[in-house]
Nanobody, 122 residues
Framework: QVQLVESGGGLVQPGGSLRLSCAPSGNFFKVNAMGWYRQVPGKQRELVAGVTSRGSTNYADSVKGRFTISRANAKNTVYLEMTNLKPEDTAVYYC????????????????WGQGTLVTVSS
C-alpha cells in the first residue's frame, strides 16, 4: 500500500512563511506529477500548485508570486514554499501524486495525503 506523508503545516501570522513537504511511502515504481490542493469547509478542493516529473509548474492565480512548488526527484519529495501568507490561505492542504505501481501488472495510481492544516491568523 502506498501513502503520501505530509508535514509542515501550522499556525502563522499574516505575512509569514511556511514550508510543506510530502513524500510517498510504500512500494511504487515511479512518481509522475505531484501537486498541492487546499480545501476550506463548505468549498470544493482547489489546486494550489502542481509540478510534473520534468519540473514544469503551474499555480492558482491567487498564489502566484507568493508560493513556490518544487520537487527533489531523488527523494520523490515535493515541497510547497509559502510566503506572504494571508488569512484567506487558511485551509487544509492536501498533497497529490500520480504514481506508477507494479503488482501483477503496471498501472497508474493517484494518491492523496491525509491533509495538513495551515492557519494564517494574528
Amino acid at each position: 500500500q502506498v501513502q503520501l506523508v505530509e508535514s509542515g503545516g501550522g499556525l502563522v501570522q499574516p505575512g509569514g512563511s511556511l514550508r510543506l513537504s510530502c513524500a510517498p511511502s510504500g512500494n511504487f515504481f515511479k512518481v509522475n506529477a505531484m501537486g498541492w490542493y487546499r480545501q476550506v469547509p463548505g468549498k470544493q478542493r482547489e489546486l494550489v500548485a502542481g509540478v510534473t516529473s520534468r519540473g514544469s509548474t503551474n499555480y492558482a492565480d491567487s498564489v502566484k508570486g507568493r508560493f513556490t512548488i518544487s520537487r527533489a526527484n531523488a527523494k520523490n519529495t515535493v515541497y510547497l514554499e509559502m510566503t506572504n501568507l494571508k488569512p484567506e490561505d487558511t485551509a487544509v492542504y492536501y498533497c497529490n501524486a500520480d504514481l506508477v505501481v507494479v503488482t501483477t501488472e503496471v498501472r497508474a495510481l493517484e494518491v492523496w495525503g491525509q491533509g495538513t492544516l495551515v492557519t494564517v491568523s494574528s
